[in-house]
């Protein structure tokens, strides 16, 4: 009896050990999933970052990519810092089972409010691209870019309606290039484009600067007519009209591209970014995404790896900081 | 173009999914702390597999039926389901517990609720399009003459004793501030706290400061809590007689009318609607005075709040853009269903728009039908003990604020704002001012500083435009005319007032 408890004894603890919760087999060189991923979206639901983790989770899913279930969670607390510093404070094995939507607008509040850096994370890829468009109301006086230049000079009162930090900073970039200053062209912070766009539609504001899945249909509805192209080459569709700055006049093309990607706890390891970065590329790689996302959405299929989107983000980062006097 | 859209929302699917929607929304709004917006969000991840008609009539309805559901926790517990309903409360719960009357009042919402719904919806069916234009006329000095004018409500509500009530106001303004500057992202107040940058969150605070502060008051009086014995809850002692839909009817007409346009305007949403449908209902004679549970307040805000909620579809299809932040949820809603929403909608996928539409008066009738039955088992929550009713409230309360920010701060923002409202209660300040300031005044601040930017600095501006100059002129009468009848008063010209 004494004996065969403790072979029964022996046997369970020779048994904890293939229960391990993590199967990283041969160190740090392979991981596959163990239990659910929790993913944090530090948005509200509906909104533009949930609708691309959903797609996302859902291609993963339906494909067969993963065989674990993805927990999304919602954490808007301080305008989604609380998300951010939770997650980048995640240890232990937990951290590898810890994804994070990160795109340009999470990055560029988080520098300028708060003390949490790109370094307490582990940038995962890069799924799209985004530009911007300068929209104007169909009857407005103002029907190209050149227009809007002469009105800035003669002293009209343009104003710029933007949303959030990304499209300020591309406004900043457009204002230098041209050589004006806020004052000749102030700009108008707004919670989302729909309000940009709501104060064109109006009359109160001459220009709205979108992302042109945002303005397609008002564009395609004769609303609204696009008159720059906030990217180094032409859009495509019905904003294909739009010039580039450089097609306007002695200037360079002026882009400021809004990235959306994934990022995960610092403390992940090296083979669970490697898994969760090859498991994106495939997802980006389906039909589905390029069809019922990136075309739907205007947006540009830019999949960056891993290797490549962290000194990507670490670069964003830093010319961000300079910009904002930050960088030391 | 309607009659096809009833083709489509009478299938079985569209009338079961509505249904479904009604109830939900009936629940969620009666639970103190869970609003349309926390339904609606919670709700929109179930949906992704539906057909997008089938979801929307089924959020739509959802949100819609909310405005019915949040009246009943105000008028039973005086704790509003919700934001809009915080106006109900002021005549709601006197009317059911000092003048015994819950089931008339449960009725009056009800029934005001029906009639504000349904003039909201016939006017988004009949210019739903020309009414999103008009609301894009409102732009931001528009706004801000408007909101100001919305403010001079507050001198209505700060009761007898007006330095009190300037105070509470101007705490609302200053909680308001906390948070991120909304035009540079510059934080304010955060004392460099992360969870402050995000400012103090709407539903618990307002769910803290009016409802969990009624809890500690029953908690409170618990001892010497007297059974509340009415004679008969039945349906038929509810029903509003004749001269009882004399009295509501001009109120639930006028504001179903304000509420529709509030809740086109952008911003706004379904509790500036009610609000405002209250503060206009001020200026007209009612048989009790307001406040002090007449059924013409309830009728007020019920029909304003209803009206907006319907009001509100009209940008979100007509232009894409949403008119409230439960607005903005279905917006992405629609996204996500594969739909693109902006000005051709209409013309791309008619059979959503219409059926929604559609839907929007099956949801009325649907949920005034279920409203009217379930009377009799709301007021049976009238004879719970208190010592069972105080945890089940205090739970919802504690579900619903941590639902608004998926986190306990929300739930240590109610607890802190309801300590704060209790003891302001019970040292005679009413909290009325101090949340009807924190509602307007970012969204004042935001309109203003933004018409200011656009104008270059100029006042002018709110003198150049004619809506706005119509409702600055509105806002001087108003802020004028005591000073001028006191001063006409005093010199003889005018008789004083009895």
Not at chain 1, 114 to 138: E, G, H, S
Not at chain 2, 293 to 305: H, L
């Amino acid at each position: 009896m004494k004996r065969f408890c403790v072979g029964l004894l022996a046997f369970a603890m020779m048994a904890s050990v293939f229960a391990n919760g993590t199967t990283e087999q041969g160190g740090d060189t392979s991981f596959n999933p163990a239990k659910d991923i929790n993913w944090t979206v530090t948005s509200k639901p509906g909104g533009g970052s949930d609708i691309y983790t959903r797609m996302i989770t859902d291609i993963a899913k339906k494909e067969g990519f993963v065989t674990k279930n993805f927990l999304i969670n919602y954490k808007t607390d301080g305008g989604g810092e609380v998300g951010r510093a939770a997650v980048a404070n995640t240890k232990g094995d937990l951290a590898n089972y810890t994804l994070l939507t990160f795109n340009s607008g999470d990055l560029m509040p988080m520098d300028k409010n708060t003390n949490n850096r790109l370094a307490n994370f582990k940038p995962i890829c890069l799924m799209a691209v985004d530009k911007q468009v300068l929209l104007v109301n169909a009857d407005s006086k103002y029907q190209t870019m050149q227009a809007v230049i002469d009105g800035v000079k003669a002293g009209d009162q343009i104003v710029i309606a933007g949303s959030r930090e990304d499209d300020y900073m591309t406004f900043k970039a457009l204002i230098n290039e041209l050589g004006f200053t806020e004052q000749q062209i102030p700009y108008i912070n707004n919670d989302s484009t729909s309000d940009a766009i709501t104060s064109v539609l109006g009359g109160h504001v001459a220009i709205a600067l979108a992302k042109p899945a945002a303005s397609q249909a008002y564009v395609e509805s004769g609303k609204m007519k696009a008159i720059l192209a906030l990217s180094n080459k032409r859009f495509t569709g019905v904003l294909a009209d739009a010039p580039t700055l450089n097609e306007v006049g002695p200037y360079k093309a002026v882009e400021v591209p809004v990235w959306r990607g994934l990022a995960g706890p610092a403390e992940m390891s090296d083979a669970a970014v490697k898994y969760y970065s090859d498991l994106m590329r495939k997802v980006s790689e389906t039909e589905t995404w390029q069809n019922d996302y990136i075309k739907k959405n205007g947006l540009i299929s830019e999949y960056m790896s891993c290797e490549e989107a962290a000194p990507f983000m670490v670069q964003f980062e830093k010319d961000y900081l300079k910009k904002i006097g930050k960088d030391k | 173009m309607l009659f096809e859209g009833f083709k489509v929302c009478l299938s079985f699917n569209n009338i079961m999914a509505c249904f479904a929607g009604a109830v939900l929304g009936l629940f969620v709004g009666a639970m103190p702390g869970i609003g349309s917006l926390a339904g609606v969000a919670l709700l929109l991840p179930l949906t992704y597999k539906f057909n997008p008609t089938t979801a929307i009539i089924m959020l739509g309805a959802l949100y819609y039926s909310n405005m019915y559901g949040g009246s009943y926790s105000a008028i039973l517990l005086n704790i509003p389901g919700d934001s809009p309903a915080i106006m109900t409360c002021l005549d709601g719960y006197p009317l059911a517990s000092k003048r015994k009357q819950p089931g008339k009042a449960l009725m009056t919402a009800n029934t005001a609720s029906f009639i504000g719904g349904t003039i909201g919806i016939i006017i988004l069916t009949i210019m739903g399009p020309l009414l999103a234009d008009i609301g894009l006329k409102f732009g931001p000095a528009e706004m801000t003459a408007l909101l100001l004018v919305a403010m001079t409500s507050i001198g209505w509500l700060v009761g007898k004793n007006p330095t009190k009530g300037v105070v509470l106001t101007f705490l609302g303004i200053l909680v308001a501030c906390i948070g991120m500057d909304t035009l540079t992202g510059s934080p304010r107040f955060d004392f460099g706290n992360t969870y402050l940058l995000g400012g103090i969150p709407f539903t618990p605070f307002v769910i803290g400061t009016v409802g969990f502060a009624q809890v500690m008051r029953l908690m409170e009086e618990r001892h010497n809590a007297v059974k509340c014995e009415f004679d008969r809850l039945t349906i038929k002692a509810s029903m509003l007689d004749g001269h009882d839909m004399k009295r509501i009817l001009p109120f639930a007409i006028r504001s179903g009318l304000l509420g529709t346009f509030v809740g086109v305007l952008p911003g706004a949403g379904a509790t500036t609607g009610a609000f405002l449908g209250y503060a206009a209902a001020k200026g007209f004679k009612t048989e009790v005075p307001l406040g002090t549970g007449a059924i013409e307040g309830v009728a007020a805000s019920e029909a304003a709040n209803n009206a907006a909620a319907a009001g509100a579809f009209a940008p979100l299809l007509a232009l894409g853009i949403p008119g409230s932040g439960t607005g903005a949820v279905l917006l992405g809603g629609l996204m996500m269903w594969g739909l693109n929403p902006g000005p051709l909608l209409f013309k791309t996928n008619p059979d959503f728009a219409w059926g929604l539409i559609a839907s929007l008066f099956l949801a009325n009738i649907l949920t005034l039908l279920i409203a009217i039955g379930i009377i009799p088992f709301l007021l049976k929550i009238l004879a719970v003990p208190v010592k069972v009713l105080i945890p089940c409230i205090i739970t919802v309360c504690v579900v619903g604020s941590y639902s608004a920010t998926y986190s306990m701060y929300g739930v240590i923002v109610m607890g802190i704002s309801g300590v704060i409202g209790y003891v302001l209660e019970k040292y005679g300040y009413s909290t009325a001012p101090m949340l009807l300031a924190y509602v307007l005044s970012p969204l004042l601040e935001e309109k203003m500083r933004k018409a200011f930017i656009i104008s270059h600095g100029s006042v002018a501006t709110f003198f150049e435009k004619p809506i706005a100059c119509f409702f600055m002129i509105v806002l001087f009468a108003i802020v004028l005319t005591p000073v001028v009848r006191a001063i006409l008063t005093k010199a003889g010209v005018v008789k004083k007032k009895k």
